[in-house]
């Protein structure tokens, strides 16, 4: 696939907290009530601390998954590795949100979810400040996530990357 004539767009911190607060009033539109937030490390990281404070969940915890042979834009994926499952407090029976700033096939949730299952939580949600429909699969035709703000066919930076 040829990348030469790359679309992106850059988001600035106004829409990206924006999309925080439309993302946490869909969580709480569908009355769901998270007692933990995990955020995935690296770009998952702000948009769920921002939503552990917009939904008062004081336990955010990060989880580290490589998706990515690289940072650049449509970097080569591989299987999902997760790390960093010892530092998750007690999430056995509690409620669940799965924090990432941008999914595409929704393989790597699906990876997370698989793996925080083992510990046997109650519930798992997951949320999503973008939805890259044009990496997605063919004929998926809604977000992977739960709870998702922005769908776009472009490459996304986020001003956490710049």
């Known amino acids: 696939m040829s990348h030469d004539n790359l679309l992106i767009r850059n988001l600035t911190w106004l829409e ?5 607060h439309e993302l946490a009033l869909k969580v709480k539109q569908d009355q769901y009530e998270p007692d933990v937030i995990i955020g995935l490390v690296r770009g998952g990281m ?3 601390v921002h939503l552990s404070h ?3 969940v004081r336990l955010t915890y990060p989880l580290w998954v490589k998706r990515t042979e690289s940072d650049d834009a449509y970097s080569n994926r591989i299987q999902p590795l997760i790390k960093g499952g010892e530092y998750l407090g007690d999430i056995q029976a509690k409620r669940i949100l799965v924090v ?3 999914t595409n096939s929704g393989e790597t949730l699906e990876a997370v979810k698989d793996y925080l299952w083992k510990v046997d939580p109650l519930e798992i949600k997951t949320a999503t400040l973008v939805w890259n429909s044009k ?7 809604k977000p992977p996530s739960n709870y998702n703000v922005h769908i776009t066919e472009v490459w996304v930076n986020f001003p956490w990357e710049s």
Request: glycine share 4%; hydrophobic share 55%; no cysteine.
């Open 16 to 20: 990206i907290d924006a999309m925080d």
């Open 46 to 48: 702000i948009p769920a």
């Open 135 to 141: 990496i997605a699969p063919e004929g998926m035709v």
């Open 100 to 102: 990432d700033e941008v």
């Open 54 to 56: 917009l939904l008062k």
